[in-house]
Protein backbone atom coordinates (compact mmCIF):
# COMPACT_ATOMS: atom_id res chain seq x y z
CA UNK A 1 0.00 0.00 0.00
CA UNK A 2 1.35 3.47 -1.05
CA UNK A 3 1.17 6.00 1.83
CA UNK A 4 0.71 9.40 1.37
CA UNK A 5 3.34 11.56 2.73
CA UNK A 6 1.90 13.97 4.91
CA UNK A 7 2.26 15.18 8.55
CA UNK A 8 0.66 13.24 11.29
CA UNK A 9 -0.80 16.55 13.68
CA UNK A 10 -3.43 15.48 15.72
CA UNK A 11 -6.84 16.62 16.04
CA UNK A 12 -7.13 18.38 19.43
CA UNK A 13 -9.96 20.12 21.07
CA UNK A 14 -7.28 22.47 22.72
CA UNK A 15 -6.79 23.43 19.13
CA UNK A 16 -9.69 25.21 18.65
CA UNK A 17 -9.49 27.55 21.54
CA UNK A 18 -5.97 28.82 20.59
CA UNK A 19 -7.05 29.28 17.01
CA UNK A 20 -10.03 31.43 18.37
CA UNK A 21 -7.74 33.80 20.32
CA UNK A 22 -5.90 34.39 17.62
CA UNK A 23 -7.94 34.55 14.38
CA UNK A 24 -11.06 35.34 16.05
CA UNK A 25 -9.96 37.24 18.86
CA UNK A 26 -12.40 40.08 19.40
CA UNK A 27 -15.56 38.06 18.85
CA UNK A 28 -17.65 38.52 22.01
CA UNK A 29 -18.52 35.79 24.38
CA UNK A 30 -21.50 36.84 26.54
CA UNK A 31 -23.29 35.06 29.22
CA UNK A 32 -26.13 35.81 31.77
CA UNK A 33 -25.09 34.75 34.68
CA UNK A 34 -26.27 32.76 37.86
CA UNK A 35 -25.53 36.30 40.03
CA UNK A 36 -28.21 38.31 37.79
CA UNK A 37 -25.38 40.19 35.51
CA UNK A 38 -24.14 40.13 32.02
CA UNK A 39 -20.70 38.97 31.57
CA UNK A 40 -18.35 39.65 28.48
CA UNK A 41 -15.63 38.45 27.43
CA UNK A 42 -13.47 38.00 24.31
CA UNK A 43 -12.30 34.50 22.47
CA UNK A 44 -8.86 36.14 23.35
CA UNK A 45 -9.70 36.56 26.83
CA UNK A 46 -11.18 33.14 27.07
CA UNK A 47 -8.38 31.20 26.11
CA UNK A 48 -6.26 33.22 28.67
CA UNK A 49 -8.64 32.06 31.37
CA UNK A 50 -8.80 28.63 30.24
CA UNK A 51 -5.17 28.69 30.44
CA UNK A 52 -5.04 29.70 33.93
CA UNK A 53 -7.60 27.25 34.84
CA UNK A 54 -5.42 24.67 33.30
CA UNK A 55 -2.49 25.31 35.45
CA UNK A 56 -4.55 25.30 38.07
CA UNK A 57 -5.76 22.47 37.45
CA UNK A 58 -2.81 20.23 37.26
CA UNK A 59 -1.59 21.70 40.25
CA UNK A 60 -4.87 20.44 42.24
CA UNK A 61 -3.08 17.05 40.78
CA UNK A 62 -5.56 16.24 38.04
CA UNK A 63 -3.73 13.92 35.75
CA UNK A 64 -4.62 12.38 31.87
CA UNK A 65 -7.93 10.30 32.07
CA UNK A 66 -9.36 11.79 34.85
CA UNK A 67 -12.60 12.41 35.03
CA UNK A 68 -13.51 15.90 36.11
CA UNK A 69 -17.36 16.61 36.51
CA UNK A 70 -19.32 19.37 36.33
CA UNK A 71 -23.01 20.11 36.98
CA UNK A 72 -23.52 23.58 35.41
CA UNK A 73 -25.90 26.39 33.26
CA UNK A 74 -24.90 27.46 29.80
CA UNK A 75 -21.94 30.15 31.25
CA UNK A 76 -18.28 31.19 30.50
CA UNK A 77 -17.44 29.27 33.18
CA UNK A 78 -18.35 26.12 31.89
CA UNK A 79 -17.30 26.52 28.18
CA UNK A 80 -13.85 27.49 29.72
CA UNK A 81 -13.76 23.88 31.68
CA UNK A 82 -14.91 22.85 28.47
CA UNK A 83 -11.18 23.31 26.62
CA UNK A 84 -9.27 23.35 29.79
CA UNK A 85 -10.04 20.12 31.45
CA UNK A 86 -10.00 18.68 28.13
CA UNK A 87 -6.49 20.38 27.05
CA UNK A 88 -4.57 18.56 29.40
CA UNK A 89 -5.75 15.13 28.91
CA UNK A 90 -8.57 14.69 31.53
CA UNK A 91 -12.15 13.79 30.73
CA UNK A 92 -14.95 16.56 31.01
CA UNK A 93 -18.37 15.27 32.10
CA UNK A 94 -21.19 16.98 32.06
CA UNK A 95 -24.09 16.22 34.46
CA UNK A 96 -27.80 16.60 33.89
CA UNK A 97 -28.88 18.57 37.23
CA UNK A 98 -32.59 17.43 36.02
CA UNK A 99 -32.01 13.68 36.62
CA UNK A 100 -33.24 11.91 39.72
CA UNK A 101 -30.71 11.79 42.68
CA UNK A 102 -30.45 8.15 42.69
CA UNK A 103 -29.02 8.50 38.65
CA UNK A 104 -27.06 11.29 39.16
CA UNK A 105 -25.11 9.01 41.76
CA UNK A 106 -25.21 6.45 39.89
CA UNK A 107 -23.06 8.24 37.15
CA UNK A 108 -20.80 10.11 39.24
CA UNK A 109 -19.35 6.91 40.95
CA UNK A 110 -20.12 4.95 37.13
CA UNK A 111 -17.64 7.29 36.06
CA UNK A 112 -15.14 7.84 38.93
CA UNK A 113 -15.23 11.43 39.11
CA UNK A 114 -12.79 13.07 41.31
CA UNK A 115 -13.85 17.34 41.25
CA UNK A 116 -16.64 18.61 40.73
CA UNK A 117 -17.44 22.32 39.40
CA UNK A 118 -21.06 23.67 40.14
CA UNK A 119 -23.36 26.48 39.94
CA UNK A 120 -24.21 27.97 43.00
CA UNK A 121 -27.88 26.93 41.93
CA UNK A 122 -26.87 23.51 42.45
CA UNK A 123 -25.20 23.99 45.85
CA UNK A 124 -28.33 22.92 48.10
CA UNK A 125 -28.64 19.90 45.91
CA UNK A 126 -25.26 18.53 45.76
CA UNK A 127 -25.36 19.49 49.46
CA UNK A 128 -27.92 16.08 49.98
CA UNK A 129 -25.57 13.92 47.54
CA UNK A 130 -22.37 14.91 48.25
CA UNK A 131 -22.30 11.64 50.77
CA UNK A 132 -23.08 9.12 47.81
CA UNK A 133 -20.77 10.67 45.54
CA UNK A 134 -17.87 8.48 46.89
CA UNK A 135 -15.14 9.59 44.41
CA UNK A 136 -15.02 13.30 44.24
CA UNK A 137 -12.50 14.30 46.18
CA UNK A 138 -12.85 18.36 45.40
CA UNK A 139 -15.68 20.38 44.96
CA UNK A 140 -15.33 23.97 43.38
CA UNK A 141 -17.95 26.60 43.24
CA UNK A 142 -18.67 28.26 39.65
CA UNK A 143 -18.60 31.76 41.30
CA UNK A 144 -16.54 34.31 42.62
CA UNK A 145 -15.88 35.19 46.26
CA UNK A 146 -18.29 37.56 46.64
CA UNK A 147 -21.03 35.33 45.83
CA UNK A 148 -19.90 32.31 47.37
CA UNK A 149 -22.48 30.57 49.41
CA UNK A 150 -22.69 31.39 53.34
CA UNK A 151 -21.28 29.65 55.91
CA UNK A 152 -19.82 25.83 54.70
CA UNK A 153 -22.74 24.16 53.04
CA UNK A 154 -19.89 21.66 51.10
CA UNK A 155 -16.63 21.41 53.14
CA UNK A 156 -13.62 22.58 51.70
CA UNK A 157 -15.83 24.30 49.02
CA UNK A 158 -13.18 26.48 46.47
CA UNK A 159 -14.24 29.50 44.35
CA UNK A 160 -13.37 29.28 40.60
CA UNK A 161 -12.20 32.59 40.26
CA UNK A 162 -9.99 32.53 43.10
CA UNK A 163 -8.63 28.90 41.48
CA UNK A 164 -8.00 30.59 38.16
CA UNK A 165 -6.42 34.03 39.98
CA UNK A 166 -3.73 31.46 41.33
CA UNK A 167 -3.28 29.46 37.81
CA UNK A 168 0.01 30.17 35.66
CA UNK A 169 -0.63 32.56 32.29
CA UNK A 170 1.04 30.33 30.01
CA UNK A 171 1.17 26.52 28.72
CA UNK A 172 2.49 24.40 26.27
CA UNK A 173 -0.55 22.09 25.56
CA UNK A 174 0.52 18.28 25.71
CA UNK A 175 0.67 16.95 22.29
CA UNK A 176 -2.00 14.10 23.27
CA UNK A 177 -2.86 11.08 20.65
CA UNK A 178 -6.02 12.24 19.27
CA UNK A 179 -7.88 9.21 20.45
CA UNK A 180 -7.44 10.63 23.88
CA UNK A 181 -10.27 10.77 25.37
CA UNK A 182 -11.60 14.29 26.20
CA UNK A 183 -15.37 14.31 26.87
CA UNK A 184 -18.49 11.95 28.79
CA UNK A 185 -21.79 11.96 28.39
CA UNK A 186 -24.34 9.85 29.98
CA UNK A 187 -27.93 9.18 28.26
CA UNK A 188 -30.88 10.24 30.31
CA UNK A 189 -31.89 6.56 31.30
CA UNK A 190 -35.43 6.83 30.44
CA UNK A 191 -34.69 2.58 30.03
CA UNK A 192 -32.70 1.25 32.92
CA UNK A 193 -29.38 2.95 34.41
CA UNK A 194 -27.75 6.01 32.30
CA UNK A 195 -25.36 4.80 29.82
CA UNK A 196 -22.12 6.37 28.85
CA UNK A 197 -20.77 8.20 25.92
CA UNK A 198 -17.15 8.62 26.04
CA UNK A 199 -15.86 11.13 22.94
CA UNK A 200 -12.38 11.44 21.83
CA UNK A 201 -10.48 14.79 20.90
CA UNK A 202 -10.88 13.45 17.06
CA UNK A 203 -14.29 12.49 17.49
CA UNK A 204 -15.24 15.65 18.33
CA UNK A 205 -13.27 17.40 15.83
CA UNK A 206 -14.87 15.62 13.10
CA UNK A 207 -18.42 16.11 14.27
CA UNK A 208 -17.18 19.83 14.50
CA UNK A 209 -16.47 19.49 10.62
CA UNK A 210 -19.56 17.32 9.63
CA UNK A 211 -21.55 19.50 11.17
CA UNK A 212 -20.57 22.91 9.59
CA UNK A 213 -20.38 21.00 6.24
CA UNK A 214 -23.75 20.02 6.51
CA UNK A 215 -24.66 23.70 7.54
CA UNK A 216 -23.79 25.19 4.52
CA UNK A 217 -24.18 28.28 6.19
CA UNK A 218 -27.83 27.93 7.10
CA UNK A 219 -27.74 27.79 10.73
CA UNK A 220 -24.27 27.83 11.72
CA UNK A 221 -23.45 31.21 10.87
CA UNK A 222 -20.80 34.21 12.17
CA UNK A 223 -23.67 35.80 13.72
CA UNK A 224 -24.67 35.84 17.53
CA UNK A 225 -25.85 32.23 18.50
CA UNK A 226 -27.89 31.03 21.22
CA UNK A 227 -27.68 27.20 22.75
CA UNK A 228 -30.37 26.88 24.61
CA UNK A 229 -30.13 23.11 24.38
CA UNK A 230 -27.94 23.09 27.61
CA UNK A 231 -24.24 22.54 27.90
CA UNK A 232 -25.10 19.57 29.99
CA UNK A 233 -27.19 17.60 27.56
CA UNK A 234 -24.70 15.73 24.94
CA UNK A 235 -22.33 19.22 24.78
CA UNK A 236 -24.85 21.11 23.73
CA UNK A 237 -24.66 19.31 20.62
CA UNK A 238 -21.49 20.78 20.00
CA UNK A 239 -22.48 24.11 19.34
CA UNK A 240 -19.21 24.75 22.01
CA UNK A 241 -17.09 23.27 19.31
CA UNK A 242 -18.64 24.87 16.69
CA UNK A 243 -18.30 28.58 17.69
CA UNK A 244 -14.91 28.41 18.89
CA UNK A 245 -13.73 27.40 15.21
CA UNK A 246 -15.80 30.26 13.20
CA UNK A 247 -15.52 32.64 16.08
CA UNK A 248 -19.55 33.46 16.04
CA UNK A 249 -20.31 35.65 18.65
CA UNK A 250 -21.76 32.88 21.44
CA UNK A 251 -24.67 34.14 23.43
CA UNK A 252 -25.58 31.93 26.94
CA UNK A 253 -28.50 32.26 28.60
CA UNK A 254 -27.64 31.05 32.22
CA UNK A 255 -30.19 29.56 34.22
CA UNK A 256 -32.76 31.44 32.70
CA UNK A 257 -34.91 29.49 29.94
CA UNK A 258 -38.46 30.48 29.91
CA UNK A 259 -40.00 32.56 27.10
CA UNK A 260 -40.10 36.09 28.63
CA UNK A 261 -36.19 35.93 29.84
CA UNK A 262 -35.14 33.95 26.38
CA UNK A 263 -36.97 36.67 24.54
CA UNK A 264 -35.42 39.93 26.37
CA UNK A 265 -31.79 38.57 25.98
CA UNK A 266 -31.96 37.27 22.28
CA UNK A 267 -33.53 41.10 21.47
CA UNK A 268 -30.97 42.89 23.41
CA UNK A 269 -28.14 40.98 22.20
CA UNK A 270 -29.67 40.69 18.57
CA UNK A 271 -29.23 37.06 18.25
CA UNK A 272 -29.31 35.47 14.95
CA UNK A 273 -29.69 31.84 15.61
CA UNK A 274 -30.95 29.36 18.52
CA UNK A 275 -30.52 25.66 19.37
CA UNK A 276 -33.06 23.93 21.49
CA UNK A 277 -35.55 21.55 22.13
CA UNK A 278 -39.16 22.04 20.61
CA UNK A 279 -40.74 22.81 23.96
CA UNK A 280 -39.17 25.60 24.41
CA UNK A 281 -39.68 26.59 21.28
CA UNK A 282 -43.14 26.31 22.32
CA UNK A 283 -42.51 28.46 25.05
CA UNK A 284 -41.12 31.62 22.71
CA UNK A 285 -43.57 31.01 20.50
CA UNK A 286 -45.99 32.04 23.21
CA UNK A 287 -44.11 35.32 24.18
CA UNK A 288 -43.78 36.61 20.64
CA UNK A 289 -47.50 36.00 20.49
CA UNK A 290 -47.83 38.11 23.42
CA UNK A 291 -45.86 40.75 22.36
CA UNK A 292 -46.73 40.81 18.66
CA UNK A 293 -43.40 40.63 17.22
CA UNK A 294 -40.28 38.16 17.27
CA UNK A 295 -36.98 39.26 18.82
CA UNK A 296 -35.90 41.66 16.24
CA UNK A 297 -32.68 39.63 14.68
CA UNK A 298 -33.87 36.15 15.78
CA UNK A 299 -33.52 34.65 11.61
CA UNK A 300 -32.69 31.04 12.53
CA UNK A 301 -33.75 28.24 14.81
CA UNK A 302 -32.06 24.61 14.76
CA UNK A 303 -34.95 21.98 16.72
CA UNK A 304 -34.02 18.84 17.87
CA UNK A 305 -34.33 15.93 20.59
CA UNK A 306 -37.45 15.36 19.76
CA UNK A 307 -40.20 16.17 16.41
CA UNK A 308 -40.95 19.59 16.59
CA UNK A 309 -44.99 19.61 15.42
CA UNK A 310 -45.82 20.60 11.53
CA UNK A 311 -48.14 23.45 13.03
CA UNK A 312 -46.13 25.36 15.40
CA UNK A 313 -42.71 24.66 12.48
CA UNK A 314 -45.43 26.27 9.95
CA UNK A 315 -46.53 29.26 12.40
CA UNK A 316 -42.57 30.22 13.15
CA UNK A 317 -42.19 30.23 9.01
CA UNK A 318 -45.42 31.60 8.07
CA UNK A 319 -46.05 34.56 11.11
CA UNK A 320 -42.87 35.38 11.54
CA UNK A 321 -39.77 35.00 9.20
CA UNK A 322 -37.83 32.53 10.64
CA UNK A 323 -36.41 29.84 8.82
CA UNK A 324 -36.54 26.26 11.29
CA UNK A 325 -34.10 23.88 10.75
CA UNK A 326 -34.81 20.11 12.03
CA UNK A 327 -32.27 17.89 13.23
CA UNK A 328 -31.95 14.81 14.40
CA UNK A 329 -29.46 12.67 16.54
CA UNK A 330 -28.67 11.10 19.97
CA UNK A 331 -25.70 11.33 22.86
CA UNK A 332 -24.18 8.52 20.93
CA UNK A 333 -23.77 9.96 17.78
CA UNK A 334 -22.00 13.30 19.12
CA UNK A 335 -24.92 14.00 18.68
CA UNK A 336 -25.98 15.43 15.60
CA UNK A 337 -26.56 12.83 12.85
CA UNK A 338 -29.17 14.61 10.47
CA UNK A 339 -30.13 18.57 9.37
CA UNK A 340 -32.68 19.76 7.23
CA UNK A 341 -30.46 20.29 3.72
CA UNK A 342 -33.30 21.40 0.77
CA UNK A 343 -31.92 21.76 -2.33
CA UNK A 344 -32.78 25.12 -4.64
CA UNK A 345 -35.44 23.71 -6.51
CA UNK A 346 -37.11 22.60 -2.90
CA UNK A 347 -37.41 25.97 -1.86
CA UNK A 348 -39.21 27.04 -4.77
CA UNK A 349 -41.99 24.87 -3.78
CA UNK A 350 -45.02 26.35 -2.16
CA UNK A 351 -44.96 26.91 1.19
CA UNK A 352 -47.55 23.89 1.96
CA UNK A 353 -44.76 21.59 0.23
CA UNK A 354 -41.67 23.09 2.06
CA UNK A 355 -43.52 22.93 5.47
CA UNK A 356 -43.92 18.79 4.70
CA UNK A 357 -40.64 18.30 3.78
CA UNK A 358 -39.19 20.75 6.64
CA UNK A 359 -41.16 18.22 8.97
CA UNK A 360 -39.05 15.46 8.15
CA UNK A 361 -35.68 14.74 10.49
CA UNK A 362 -33.18 16.20 7.65
CA UNK A 363 -30.96 14.42 5.16
CA UNK A 364 -27.67 13.12 7.01
CA UNK A 365 -24.47 14.62 7.39
CA UNK A 366 -21.16 13.60 6.00
CA UNK A 367 -19.74 11.20 7.95
CA UNK A 368 -23.23 9.58 9.07
CA UNK A 369 -24.00 6.37 7.60
CA UNK A 370 -27.41 5.43 7.90
CA UNK A 371 -29.73 1.93 7.58
CA UNK A 372 -33.02 0.42 7.94
CA UNK A 373 -33.48 -3.26 8.73
CA UNK A 374 -36.44 -5.33 9.24
CA UNK A 375 -37.38 -7.85 12.79
CA UNK A 376 -34.51 -10.34 11.03
CA UNK A 377 -32.04 -7.47 10.94
CA UNK A 378 -32.50 -7.89 6.52
CA UNK A 379 -31.47 -4.09 4.98
CA UNK A 380 -34.69 -2.66 3.78
CA UNK A 381 -34.57 -0.34 0.60
CA UNK A 382 -34.65 3.40 1.01
CA UNK A 383 -37.79 4.15 -0.70
CA UNK A 384 -39.96 6.19 1.33
CA UNK A 385 -42.04 3.79 2.38
CA UNK A 386 -40.60 0.47 3.79
CA UNK A 387 -40.47 1.31 7.56
CA UNK A 388 -37.57 -0.65 9.93
CA UNK A 389 -35.61 0.51 13.05
CA UNK A 390 -33.03 2.83 12.25
CA UNK A 391 -28.83 1.75 12.49
CA UNK A 392 -26.12 4.24 11.74
CA UNK A 393 -22.28 4.29 11.99
CA UNK A 394 -20.00 6.99 11.02
CA UNK A 395 -16.36 8.59 12.63
CA UNK A 396 -18.37 10.15 15.37
CA UNK A 397 -20.82 7.65 16.48
CA UNK A 398 -19.66 5.55 19.46
CA UNK A 399 -18.26 1.98 19.22
CA UNK A 400 -19.23 0.73 22.70
CA UNK A 401 -20.49 2.47 26.20
CA UNK A 402 -18.19 3.40 28.56
CA UNK A 403 -17.82 0.37 30.82
CA UNK A 404 -20.95 -1.25 29.67
CA UNK A 405 -20.36 -4.38 28.00
CA UNK A 406 -24.12 -5.79 28.50
CA UNK A 407 -25.18 -2.72 27.27
CA UNK A 408 -22.83 -2.79 24.17
CA UNK A 409 -23.93 -6.04 23.15
CA UNK A 410 -27.42 -5.42 23.07
CA UNK A 411 -27.04 -1.93 20.76
CA UNK A 412 -24.73 -3.29 17.98
CA UNK A 413 -25.63 -5.43 15.16
CA UNK A 414 -23.09 -8.58 14.42
CA UNK A 415 -21.56 -5.41 11.48
CA UNK A 416 -20.97 -2.92 14.14
CA UNK A 417 -23.86 -0.71 12.71
CA UNK A 418 -25.20 1.14 16.39
CA UNK A 419 -29.00 0.37 16.70
CA UNK A 420 -30.50 3.77 17.51
CA UNK A 421 -34.23 2.55 18.51
CA UNK A 422 -36.21 4.72 16.23
CA UNK A 423 -38.45 3.27 13.56
CA UNK A 424 -38.00 5.08 10.31
CA UNK A 425 -38.27 5.25 6.62
CA UNK A 426 -35.52 6.74 4.27
CA UNK A 427 -36.70 8.43 1.19
CA UNK A 428 -34.66 7.50 -2.28
CA UNK A 429 -33.22 11.04 -2.33
CA UNK A 430 -32.19 11.00 1.53
CA UNK A 431 -34.71 12.41 3.66
CA UNK A 432 -35.04 11.18 6.87
CA UNK A 433 -38.84 10.52 8.18
CA UNK A 434 -38.86 8.81 11.50
CA UNK A 435 -42.14 6.64 12.43
CA UNK A 436 -41.68 6.58 15.83
CA UNK A 437 -39.43 5.17 18.98
CA UNK A 438 -39.61 1.41 18.99
CA UNK A 439 -41.33 1.75 22.64
CA UNK A 440 -43.52 4.17 21.58
CA UNK A 441 -45.36 2.88 18.45
CA UNK A 442 -49.14 2.04 19.41
CA UNK A 443 -49.52 -1.66 18.52
CA UNK A 444 -53.22 -1.94 17.93
CA UNK A 445 -54.13 -4.76 16.62
CA UNK A 446 -52.25 -5.69 13.36
CA UNK A 447 -51.50 -1.88 12.59
CA UNK A 448 -48.94 0.43 13.89
CA UNK A 449 -49.92 3.73 15.07
CA UNK A 450 -47.44 6.54 14.88
CA UNK A 451 -47.34 8.34 17.72
CA UNK A 452 -45.55 11.69 16.16
CA UNK A 453 -47.90 11.64 13.20
CA UNK A 454 -51.20 12.00 15.35
CA UNK A 455 -49.65 14.31 17.84
CA UNK A 456 -48.17 16.49 14.43
CA UNK A 457 -52.05 16.94 13.32
CA UNK A 458 -53.37 17.27 17.39
CA UNK A 459 -51.24 20.20 17.57
CA UNK A 460 -52.48 21.84 14.58
CA UNK A 461 -56.12 21.74 15.85
CA UNK A 462 -57.37 25.56 17.17
CA UNK A 463 -56.90 25.99 20.65
CA UNK A 464 -54.53 23.04 21.43
CA UNK A 465 -51.10 23.81 22.73
CA UNK A 466 -49.36 20.60 23.16
CA UNK A 467 -50.03 17.43 23.04
CA UNK A 468 -48.77 13.45 23.37
CA UNK A 469 -50.21 10.21 22.68
CA UNK A 470 -49.20 7.45 24.36
CA UNK A 471 -50.99 3.39 24.25
CA UNK A 472 -53.36 2.02 27.10
CA UNK A 473 -54.66 -1.28 27.00
CA UNK A 474 -57.91 -1.90 25.08
CA UNK A 475 -59.55 -5.47 25.35
CA UNK A 476 -60.10 -5.84 21.82
CA UNK A 477 -56.95 -4.49 19.64
CA UNK A 478 -54.58 -5.26 22.73
CA UNK A 479 -53.67 -1.47 22.46
CA UNK A 480 -54.95 1.82 21.20
CA UNK A 481 -54.17 5.65 21.35
CA UNK A 482 -54.99 7.93 23.93
CA UNK A 483 -54.47 12.00 23.31
CA UNK A 484 -53.44 13.66 26.60
CA UNK A 485 -54.07 17.49 25.48
CA UNK A 486 -52.81 20.49 26.84
CA UNK A 487 -55.31 23.61 25.96
CA UNK A 488 -53.59 27.28 24.49
CA UNK A 489 -54.28 29.57 27.01
CA UNK A 490 -58.14 31.40 26.72
CA UNK A 491 -58.98 28.62 24.61
CA UNK A 492 -61.51 25.35 25.34
CA UNK A 493 -61.43 23.12 22.43
CA UNK A 494 -63.85 20.14 23.58
CA UNK A 495 -62.53 16.04 23.24
CA UNK A 496 -65.38 16.01 20.39
CA UNK A 497 -63.96 18.98 18.37
CA UNK A 498 -60.54 17.84 18.57
CA UNK A 499 -61.65 14.05 17.56
CA UNK A 500 -62.94 15.42 14.65
CA UNK A 501 -60.00 17.34 13.73
CA UNK A 502 -58.04 14.11 13.53
CA UNK A 503 -60.30 11.97 11.86
CA UNK A 504 -60.03 14.94 9.08
CA UNK A 505 -56.58 14.33 8.49
CA UNK A 506 -55.74 10.77 9.34
CA UNK A 507 -57.33 7.06 8.63
CA UNK A 508 -60.08 5.94 11.17
CA UNK A 509 -57.79 3.37 12.65
CA UNK A 510 -55.07 5.67 13.71
CA UNK A 511 -57.87 8.33 15.65
CA UNK A 512 -57.25 8.29 19.16
CA UNK A 513 -60.19 6.37 21.40
CA UNK A 514 -59.93 8.98 23.74
CA UNK A 515 -58.83 12.49 25.26
CA UNK A 516 -58.09 13.95 28.45
CA UNK A 517 -56.85 16.72 29.39
CA UNK A 518 -54.01 18.20 32.08
CA UNK A 519 -52.57 21.25 32.62
CA UNK A 520 -49.10 20.63 31.44
CA UNK A 521 -47.10 17.66 30.10
CA UNK A 522 -44.28 15.72 32.26
CA UNK A 523 -40.44 15.83 30.64
CA UNK A 524 -37.59 14.40 30.45
CA UNK A 525 -34.21 15.63 32.18
CA UNK A 526 -33.35 16.98 28.38
CA UNK A 527 -36.54 18.82 27.96
CA UNK A 528 -38.32 15.91 25.84
CA UNK A 529 -42.38 15.11 26.35
CA UNK A 530 -41.61 11.89 29.36
CA UNK A 531 -43.85 9.15 27.98
CA UNK A 532 -42.95 6.75 30.54
CA UNK A 533 -44.32 9.20 32.78
CA UNK A 534 -47.20 9.51 30.88
CA UNK A 535 -47.91 5.83 30.76
CA UNK A 536 -47.58 5.50 34.58
CA UNK A 537 -50.36 8.15 35.10
CA UNK A 538 -52.66 6.87 32.77
CA UNK A 539 -51.85 3.15 33.29
CA UNK A 540 -55.42 2.72 34.84
CA UNK A 541 -57.18 4.43 31.95
CA UNK A 542 -60.18 1.95 30.77
CA UNK A 543 -61.03 2.25 27.07
CA UNK A 544 -64.44 0.75 25.90
CA UNK A 545 -64.73 -2.27 24.07
CA UNK A 546 -65.81 -0.92 20.73
Known amino acids: MLKGQMMDRPLLVSSLIDYAAEVHATSPIVTATVEGTIHRQTYAETRARVVRLANALLRLGVKPGDRIATMAWNTHRHFELYFAISGI ?6 INPRLFPEQMTYIVNHAQDTMLFLDTTFVPLVEKLKSSFTPIRTYVALTDRAHMPAGEPIRGLLCYEELLADGAPDIVWPDLDENTACALCYTSGTTGDPKGALYSHRSNLLHTFFVLAAAQGSFMPTRPILPVVPMFHANAWGLPFLVTLTGAPFVMPGPKLDGVSLFDLMDKEKVWGGWGVPTVWLGLLDEMKKR ?20 TLATYERDYGIDIVHGWGMTEM ?8 MTPEERTLPFEEQMDIKSRQGRRMYGVEMKIVDAEGNRLPHDGASQGELYVRGAAVISGYYGNEAATRAAFDKDGWFGTGDVATITPDGWLVLVDR ?10 WISSIDVENVAIGCPGVANAAVIAVPHPKWTERPLLVVVKAP ?21 VPDDVVFVDSLPLTATGKISKKDLRIAFAEHRLSAQ
Do not use: F, M, N, Y
Request: hydrophobic share 35%; charged share 20%.
Open 89 to 94: GAVCHT
Open 334 to 341: SPVGTVTQ
Open 292 to 311: GRKPESLSRILTGGSAIARA
Open 490 to 510: GADPSKEQILAHVAAKLAKWQ
Open 438 to 447: TKDLVKSGGE
